[in-house]
């Protein structure tokens, strides 16, 4: 039982390249999110996926685009990355509805130059 | 807007001593709040839940209080060790909390000194 994986730990990017950031969990949970962590702004929400089939942006979505591909997957592309969104990513997973924890993955630190 | 504050500058406390970490809100009433534990280069890992309901919860050498008055959140740590030097950051859930979204406090650092 692997819980959430990211792949890849560690990208850079030059300023326009585009990237998609890889997200599974084994637990069988309903709702993943994918969160970005910044020095001092602490885990802030790009996007979630509440159940398969369903995606909403949250608190900082612009510069991404997210695919719940099946109900293990959940990615998180970049179209075109900028400086500004060096970051870590963290994707998490939970099945709210019974439980309200979410697990997070190791990250992906990401540099954009 | 929806606002969760923890105190940005680090803990620096004594073998043996407790710990209290705070997590104050603002334009919120949180059916519950968590707290989680986050290492240097890792993911944060859950601790505690709290509901609104309750006053206090204990697990092992942790307790929360949950104050719905004062929009407060305390985390206390006894009999701190080394082991538990970490960030620590407490979450909230979002809105009409139907969808699962935390909102995360900035964290605080807490470093336990043998």
């Known amino acids: 039982n692997a819980g959430v994986t990211q792949t890849p730990k560690f990208q850079v990017l030059k300023t326009g390249q585009s990237m998609t950031l890889q997200c599974a969990q084994d637990?069988?949970?309903?709702?993943m999110y994918w969160y970005r962590q910044d020095p001092g702004m602490g885990l802030r929400l790009i996007y979630y996926?509440?159940?398969?089939?369903?995606?909403d942006k949250g608190e900082v979505p612009n510069g991404y685009n997210v695919s719940r591909l099946n109900k293990r997957e959940f990615s998180l592309r970049l179209e075109s990355a900028a400086p500004s969104q060096t970051s870590v990513y963290f994707c998490?997973?939970?099945?709210?509805?019974?439980?309200?924890?979410?697990?997070f993955g190791p990250g992906t630190r990401l540099t954009v130059l | 807007s929806q606002k969760i504050e923890q105190n940005s500058e680090a803990l620096n406390i004594q073998e043996g001593k407790t710990a209290t970490l705070t997590c104050n809100y603002t334009?919120?009433?949180?059916?519950?709040l968590q707290w989680y534990r986050q290492d240097p280069g890792r993911g944060p890992v859950f601790l505690l839940l709290?509901?609104?309901?309750?006053k206090e919860k204990r697990k092992e050498r942790l307790k929360v209080t949950f104050d719905t008055t004062l929009k407060q959140s305390l985390f206390h740590i006894t009999a701190s060790q080394p082991a538990d030097s970490a960030t620590y950051l407490c979450?909230?859930?979002?809105?009409?909390?139907?969808?699962?979204?935390?909102?995360f406090g900035q964290g605080t650092t807490l470093q336990v000194k043998p």
């Open positions: 998490a997973s939970s099945d709210f509805g019974r439980s309200d924890t979410q697990y």
């Open positions: 637990m069988n949970h309903n709702s």
């Open positions: 996926s509440a159940s398969e089939g369903t995606t």
């Open positions: 334009n919120y009433s949180p059916a519950y």
């Open positions: 709290i509901r609104e309901n309750e």
């Open positions: 979450a909230l859930v979002s809105g009409s909390g139907n969808t699962g979204k935390l909102i």
